[in-house]
């Protein structure tokens, strides 16, 4: 089981970036996928998460009209497209896999996000 997240870097405030979580080893399509992030000395903040059919999706309120969250069944992937980025949005941004228990069961390795200028 694997769940590897992707596309983090540097980014000026008000760039976007697109994240990628791909999986293998389980059966994807059945899981609902969270993307979480962590800033330097605080907490771990869920961001978004997208439902196993994908017709359901959440975002925090502090990314609400700038993220967007998707999944490509067919890649074993889901994407996270971050619009409009800020400082504050800085950290690593972890993905997980939930089977419909409300408990995450698989997390990905993080990838980090800095916005600067």
């Known amino acids: 089981v694997q769940l590897q997240a992707s596309g983090g870097g540097l980014v000026q405030p008000g760039g976007s970036l697109r994240l990628s979580c791909a999986a293998s080893g389980f059966s994807f399509a059945n899981y609902a996928i969270g993307w979480f992030r962590q800033a330097p000395g605080k907490g771990r903040e869920g961001v978004s998460c997208i439902s196993s059919s994908g017709g359901r999706r959440f975002y925090s309120n502090s990314v609400k009209g700038r993220f967007t969250v998707s999944r490509d069944d067919a890649k074993d992937t889901v994407y996270l497209q971050m619009n409009s980025l800020k400082p504050e949005d800085t950290g690593v941004y972890y993905c997980?896999?939930?089977?419909?228990?409300?408990?995450?069961?698989?997390w990905g390795q993080g990838t980090q996000v800095t916005v600067s200028s």
């Open positions: 997980a896999a939930d089977p419909g228990t409300s408990r995450y069961e698989y």
